[in-house]
Structures are given as structure tokens and as C-alpha cells.
């Protein structure tokens, strides 16, 4: 019998899941597919009441419904549990467990850039994906990391929680030269022309991440770059985050190299990092 899966959120039109997990699904030979489920605000319970009778396999969860969506599930990975968060929702025998790939899924994307695990990284923001790859980061072993946020406060209570080292963004721009690395969690650039800091100390050959991934690049990629920077779009933390979820609905591990190419391509270019 042919299993569905699916993607959950508010809006859900722009989605690239089904996307991705339908070539996945093609290429490991699973009778599966996956569609957009939109549920509006409000109506989550009796959403996810009817996915569960309607036999859902799993789902994938978007905003606004990430925290939302908690109290309806019978049990969380200690990943969704620290962050109090869900992006991926497996049903076994009419259970529903919560995952959460996001963090894991950008720590993946960082292997094949050749950060050492004790170089110091600089993280700008402080919210819910942040939480997510800071939390990623202490398990994978990344002992220095920074975090700068408009609202220190916020920088603060992250930190604490996370064993990192809080900065105002101006302390943030100053440090600059020392970073290995620098990951923007911010939505600064989605919209606009905004950059969440400024890129003047940036040491050549320092890897620049932005979480974002349309546009492939964002304002704070095409600043680095130009400084002589590496570069990694949101594309990277996209499928892996995705090849997570697909290896716990499925047991297996899909290619994601291929995959991160065709959803460049997709998305209008080839660019994912360089």
C-alpha cells in the first residue's frame, strides 16, 4: 500500500518539501509521496486529528505551527525537547513523535566546509533556528561559539543555555577578524537590503552562512563574497534538514549533493557555495 506523507504550515504554497522528498522517494524505490497540507491558524488540532485518521505516515512542520504543534504530539527527540520545537513528525501505530532536524541539519551542511571544532564561530540572532544550531553545535562538539543579537538581552539568555559566549552586535563587528566562521539565524536580507552586521573586519577565506535560501543569495552572502569570503546559502541546511527527517521515516539516507544542485536550479541558479 502506498504511504503519503506530508508538510504542514501557514502558508504552505511556496514549500520545496514535496519537491525534494518525492525525487528521494523515486530514487530509493519507496511507494511513497508527499504533498502540502494547509492548515490555517487556529485550526491545528483538528489538522493533525484528521491527518492521523487519514493514515499520514509523517509530516513536516512549518511555521507558524513549530511550538504549536508541541502538546498535540505523545512524545519529542531530545532535539524537539531542548528547543521545545517541532520540524518533523513521524506516526507509528497511530503515535505521533516530534522531531526536530533543523539544527542537525545545518551542522551537516558545516561538515564539508572545514570548520574545526574548536575554532571560534560568531552566530547572529537569537530565535527559535538559532536555538536550533546552537544547541547542534555543543552536541557535535564546537567548543567557541558567539552570539551576537540586536536585543543583547536575548544574546544573553541564548548563551546561558547553550555554553556560548553572548556579544553585542558592536562587539560582534569588532571580533570579526578572529571568526572561522559567521551564521546569520536572521531573517535580515529575506525582504530587503538589510544585513544583520557589517562585514568590514571579515578575514579572507572566512565562511559566511546564511540560513536563508530564497533569495540563493542574500545581501550578507554578496558582501562576504566579495571580501574574499566563503559562502553557503540556506539551500545547504535545507536538505539536510530534510535528509534527516526522510532517514528517520524511511531508514534510509538519501544523497544530498544531487539534491542541493536541483533545488539551486529550481530556485533559478547554481549558486550554493563557493
Known amino acids: 500500500m502506498k504511504k503519503w506523507y506530508a508538510v504542514i504550515g501557514d502558508p504552505i504554497s511556496h514549500s520545496l518539501s514535496p519537491y525534494m522528498h518525492d525525487i528521494w522517494f523515486h530514487e530509493c524505490g519507496i511507494d511513497a509521496s508527499m504533498i502540502p497540507v494547509h492548515i490555517r491558524v487556529g485550526e491545528l488540532k483538528e489538522g493533525v486529528a484528521a491527518l492521523k485518521r487519514l493514515g499520514v505516515s509523517g509530516f513536516n512542520v512549518t511555521l507558524p505551527f513549530k511550538q504549536e504543534i508541541v502538546p498535540l504530539l505523545g512524545g519529542l527527540d531530545a532535539a524537539a525537547a531542548e528547543m521545545n520545537a517541532v520540524n518533523t513528525v513521524s506516526c507509528n501505530d497511530g503515535r505521533l513523535t516530534g522531531m526536530n532536524t533543523d539544527g542537525d541539519g545545518f551542522v551537516r551542511?558545516?561538515?564539508?566546509?572545514?570548520?574545526?571544532?574548536?575554532?571560534?564561530?560568531?552566530?547572529?540572532?537569537?530565535?527559535?533556528?538559532?536555538?536550533?544550531?546552537?544547541?547542534?553545535l555543543k552536541r557535535q562538539g564546537?567548543?567557541?561559539?558567539?552570539?551576537?543579537?540586536?536585543?543583547?538581552?536575548?544574546?544573553?539568555?541564548?548563551?546561558?543555555a547553550s555554553g556560548a559566549i553572548p556579544l553585542s552586535i558592536a562587539e560582534a563587528e569588532e571580533q570579526l577578524g578572529a571568526m572561522a566562521a559567521v551564521i546569520n539565524t536572521t531573517s535580515a536580507g529575506l525582504q530587503d537590503d538589510?544585513?544583520?552586521?557589517?562585514?568590514?573586519?571579515?578575514?579572507?577565506?572566512?565562511?559566511?552562512s546564511d540560513i536563508i535560501y530564497n533569495p540563493l543569495e542574500t545581501p550578507l552572502l554578496k558582501q562576504a563574497a566579495d571580501q574574499g569570503g566563503r559562502v553557503q546559502n540556506g539551500v545547504v541546511m535545507f536538505v539536510?534538514?530534510?535528509?534527516?527527517?526522510?532517514?528517520a521515516w524511511t531508514g534510509i539516507r538519501p544523497d544530498t549533493e544531487?539534491?542541493?544542485?536541483?533545488?539551486?536550479?529550481?530556485l533559478g541558479g547554481s549558486y550554493a557555495h563557493r
Request: glycine content about 12%; overall charge positive.
Open 240 to 247: 539536510h534538514q530534510g535528509a534527516i527527517a526522510f532517514e
Open 142 to 160: 564546537f567548543s567557541r561559539l558567539y552570539i551576537a543579537n540586536r536585543t543583547y538581552r536575548r544574546a544573553e539568555e541564548l548563551a546561558a
Open 109 to 136: 551542511g558545516l561538515a564539508g566546509e572545514n570548520v574545526p571544532k574548536d575554532a571560534p564561530i560568531l552566530m547572529v540572532g537569537a530565535g527559535g533556528a538559532a536555538r536550533g544550531i546552537a544547541f547542534a
Open 194 to 208: 538589510t544585513v544583520p552586521l557589517k562585514l568590514t573586519g571579515l578575514a579572507p577565506g572566512t565562511l559566511v
Open 258 to 266: 544531487p539534491m542541493i544542485e536541483k533545488i539551486n536550479r529550481k
